[in-house]
């Protein structure tokens, strides 16, 4: 890498002393100012061909390389999952009559799908980082219903959904991460009886909870990363933070409502992104 850098800043180097020579050369000479103002425009274009395509040849390598060593070991890591989730299926189907069995089985499979999840995530992270994600085009209403009934085996908070049929053009994979968090915090930061009410009509979807609230000094810091409202709830303080980024990159305007001890409304105006 110091090889590169020492190699890159020569050739910069190189270039601006070639520049400044012809322009000293012209200064004293008789020639014609536009050709040779063009001819220092050519060279200037030439160096700075090369410089950048040494420079952006370099990353694109970093890149390939770092890409096909990430995607053997995802392949590697998916290989137990897969032999996880066919022999728990098979061990389901011989033991119908266990019933204890089988709820460990199902605990099994359970965490299986997690881990599943939570390894197409890692995929959709490092390909986001590297190359830019394709908008997929889909039923909102279906993807918030999926989600609700993933939460829901969870057996913690009821939830109420109001929706109507809204297809939106995003990056899909990017926007369930988005809500995961938004329902992760409002069961996370509410008591287990408290029901999560999701609404999706006219172009605005909205999370609502009975939780522990914020108040006005909480809610400007809500999107810095690292930060938590309450300390004494695990996470990692990065939820808002990134729900945030995605909303930006989309064009989705995003609002948080909450008061302390009444609950928290989380709501997205999603009209630059109906389809």
Not at 44 to 55: E, K, V
Not at 176 to 183: A, P, Q, S, W
Request: aromatic content about 10%.
């Amino acid at each position: 890498m110091k090889k590169q850098i020492i190699l890159a800043t020569l050739l910069y180097m190189l270039s601006i002393l070639v520049i400044f020579g012809l322009i000293f050369k012209f200064l004293n000479s008789n020639s014609s100012f536009i050709i040779i103002f063009l001819f220092i425009i050519g060279i200037s274009l030439i160096f700075g061909y090369i410089l950048n395509s040494y420079i952006l040849s370099q990353k694109l390598n970093t890149d390939e390389n770092l890409l096909h060593l990430t995607k053997e070991i995802l392949h590697e890591l998916n290989i137990p999952l897969s032999t996880i989730q066919a022999n728990s299926l098979l061990l389901k189907r011989s033991l119908k009559d266990n019933e204890k069995a089988i709820k460990r089985l199902n605990r099994i499979e359970n965490a299986s799908k997690r881990l599943e999840r939570l390894y197409n995530e890692l995929v959709y992270s490092i390909k986001k980082e590297i190359h830019t994600i394709e908008k997929e085009r889909f039923e909102l209403m279906e993807l918030i219903k999926e989600r609700v009934n993933s939460f829901r085996l969870l057996n913690r908070n009821p939830f109420k959904l109001y929706l109507e049929p809204h297809t939106i053009m995003v990056d899909k994979i990017g926007f369930e991460k988005m809500l995961d968090n938004i329902l992760t915090n409002a069961m996370k930061y509410s008591k287990k009886q408290e029901v999560i009410t999701i609404t999706l009509q006219d172009n605005i979807l909205i999370v609502e909870d009975k939780g522990i609230g914020m108040d006005e000094t909480e809610l400007i810091s809500i999107y810095e990363r690292y930060y938590q409202s309450d300390n004494a709830v695990y996470g990692e303080g990065i939820g808002l933070a990134l729900v945030k980024a995605y909303c930006d990159d989309e064009k989705i305007k995003i609002w948080i409502s909450s008061q302390k001890n009444l609950g928290t409304k989380v709501s997205f105006n999603l009209s630059n992104v109906i389809d």
